[in-house]
């Protein structure tokens, strides 16, 4: 499987990371960049499982999301959020997916600012939004109501 395409090489709003999808393409993250395309954000894909981590891909992006759908990608996921936090401290670091709403208590704080299980695509278009409109805030220290 070739990586996919990035997006956009120039700044991102969201950075969506897929790190393990049983060697399928990644609807762990495709279809969340969807949700926040339709609604006006620049979005970045990244695919560790098919490439390596480039620190430049999340270096800008304001809102860091990582697909944990199975416990693999979890595992990945954790070092990738490692890495994230090392190349840019200020990003709001997200986990989404079935794992990341199983593993809450032990990412955030830790690894993570926010995790939102199944069915997250509101919740990230949600967090999205306000971490844009809080431009005054830094985006860790943004939370959902």
């Known amino acids: 499987m070739q990586p996919l395409p990035l997006l956009s090489r120039s700044t991102c709003d969201v950075a969506l990371v897929s790190c393990y999808e049983l060697g399928h393409e990644p609807l762990g993250v495709l279809t969340p960049a ?3 395309e339709r609604a006006g954000f620049s979005v970045r894909i990244i695919d560790v499982a098919v490439g390596d981590f480039d620190p430049e891909q999340v270096a800008d992006a304001p809102l860091v999301a990582i697909s944990t759908p199975m416990h693999t990608a979890l595992r990945l996921g ?6 994230v936090r090392a190349v840019n401290p200020r990003a709001h670091v997200c986990f989404v997916g079935l794992y990341a709403g199983l593993h809450r208590a032990h990412l955030v704080p830790a690894l993570a600012d926010t995790c939102l299980g199944a069915e997250f695509e509101a919740d990230l278009l949600q967090l999205a939004r306000l971490i844009r409109d809080r431009h005054d805030a830094e985006p860790r220290r943004v939370v959902l109501p």
Do not use: S
């Not at 954790?78 to 890495?83: G, L, P, T, W």
């Open 34 to 36: 969807g949700v926040l």
């Open 78 to 83: 954790a070092r990738v959020a490692e890495r």
